[in-house]
């Protein structure tokens, strides 16, 4: 694999699936918000400090997912 095929793969794998964790958690947290105020009554708080706490720790799993996907492809098993 010449040098930029291996950079641009890298790079898009990682930017793909840190946004697909970001999706799913986002979901996840609005979901959840939406059963608690539907079902339970609870009011509905949406704090910036929660928001960005969720989307670092999915990028940061999107990161852990992208690297492991990319490097099972890299050494094509």
């Known amino acids: 694999m010449n040098e ?5 793969s ?3 794998i ?3 699936l840190i946004l697909t964790m ?3 958690a986002l979901l996840t947290y609005f979901f959840a918000k939406a059963y608690l105020y539907f079902i ?4 509905v708080e949406i704090s910036l400090f929660e928001l960005v706490r ?3 720790g999915a990028s940061l799993g999107g990161i852990i997912v992208g690297i492991g ?3 099972i492809s890299f050494k094509k098993y």
């Open 69 to 71: 996907c990319w490097y």
């Open 54 to 56: 969720i989307i670092k």
């Open 14 to 16: 990682l930017l793909t």
């Open 40 to 43: 339970r009554n609870i009011p």
């Open 10 to 12: 890298f790079i898009l």
């Open 22 to 24: 970001d999706i799913i």
């Open 4 to 8: 930029k095929r291996w950079l641009m």
